[in-house]
C-alpha cells in the first residue's frame, strides 16, 4: 500500500504537499522503489541551485536522505505499528559538480530490513548506517552519502 503510494506521481505529489513541501519544490521524484533498492531523483533547476552554478548540497541531502528513508518506511508501514526515525548521523563526499538530475540510489535494502525487524523486536529501538550514491544524467558519480538512522517502535499500550 505504502508502496503504491510512493509510485504514484500524483498521489505522492499530494504526500509531499501535505509532509514534505521541501521536497515538492525540489521536484524530487521517487524512481524505484523495491525490497533491495529505492532510487530518487532531484533535478537541477533554478531552486536546486548554488551560486557556483551547481546544485546545492543541501538539495542533494534531501534526495539522498529520502532514497534510504523510503526502505525504511516501506517495511515500517507494512508492520502497522507507530514508530519514529530519525537521521542521527551523515557523512557526505562530494566528487562532481552536480549540474544535470541526479539519481540517488540505496542498494541496501536487506540491511534496512533486518535493522527494522530489530527494532520492532527490541524496546529500545536499532539504529543502522546505509549509504546511497548520486549519479548523474552522464554516468557520473557527483556525491556519496552515509545516513545513520534510528528506529523506534511507538509505544502503543492504553494506561487506563
Not at 1 to 22: A, I, T
Not at 92 to 114: D, I, M, W, Y
Not at 129 to 148: A, L, P, Y
Request: with cysteine.
Amino acid at each position: 500500500m505504502f508502496r503504491n503510494l510512493v509510485l504514484s506521481h500524483n498521489k505522492l505529489r499530494l504526500y509531499f504537499l501535505k509532509s514534505l513541501p521541501m521536497a515538492l519544490i525540489a521536484g524530487l521524484k521517487v524512481r524505484e522503489l523495491n525490497d533491495e533498492k529505492c532510487s530518487v531523483s532531484i533535478p537541477y533547476k533554478y531552486v536546486n541551485k548554488n551560486p557556483f552554478r551547481s546544485m546545492y548540497f543541501a538539495a542533494q541531502s534531501m534526495a539522498a536522505e529520502l532514497s534510504t528513508a523510503l526502505l525504511a518506511m516501506d517495511k515500517l508501514m507494512a508492520t502497522r505499528q507507530k514508530y519514529s526515525m530519525l537521521v542521527i548521523d551523515m557523512q557526505a563526499n562530494f566528487t562532481k559538480k552536480a549540474t544535470k538530475r541526479v539519481f540517488f540510489t540505496c542498494n541496501e535494502g536487506s540491511l534496512v530490513h533486518e535493522a527494522v525487524e530489530k527494532a520492532l523486536a527490541n524496546t529500545d529501538g536499532a539504529s543502522f548506517v546505509v549509504k546511497t550514491t548520486g549519479i548523474d544524467e552522464d554516468g557520473n558519480q557527483v556525491s556519496e552519502f552515509q545516513f545513520t538512522w534510528s528506529i523506534k517502535i511507538k509505544n502503543t499500550a492504553s494506561t487506563k
